[in-house]
């Protein structure tokens, strides 16, 4: 692998899923104003997510249409013939 291409600044966020509230500690390089007091007292950034393994089909086991902003109505608005 090629040295320093990677970012070496690594820092603790909360990952928060919008579609059930889920949440949870992990590392990242994405930048958020948004904070938010963990369990352990301190105050973390916040990075939210529209989906992620605690809400997508094919980790829960369960067939939920996931429809987020109208992406379907957009999908077929477009390709609708004409």
């Known amino acids: 692998m090629k040295q320093g291409i990677h970012p070496a600044a690594y820092k603790f966020v909360v990952f928060k899923d919008m579609s059930n509230g889920e ?8 930048h958020s104003k948004e904070t938010i007091t963990w369990e352990d ?13 605690t809400s997508h089909p ?3 086991g369960k067939n939920v249409l996931v429809d987020t902003a ?7 608005k477009k390709y609708a013939k004409k």
């Open 58 to 60: 094919f980790f829960t």
């Open 70 to 76: 109208g992406r379907i109505d957009k999908f077929k």
């Open 23 to 30: 949440t949870f500690l992990g590392k990242s390089t994405a």
């Open 41 to 53: 007292g301190k105050e973390y950034p916040v990075i939210k997510l529209e989906i992620s393994n």
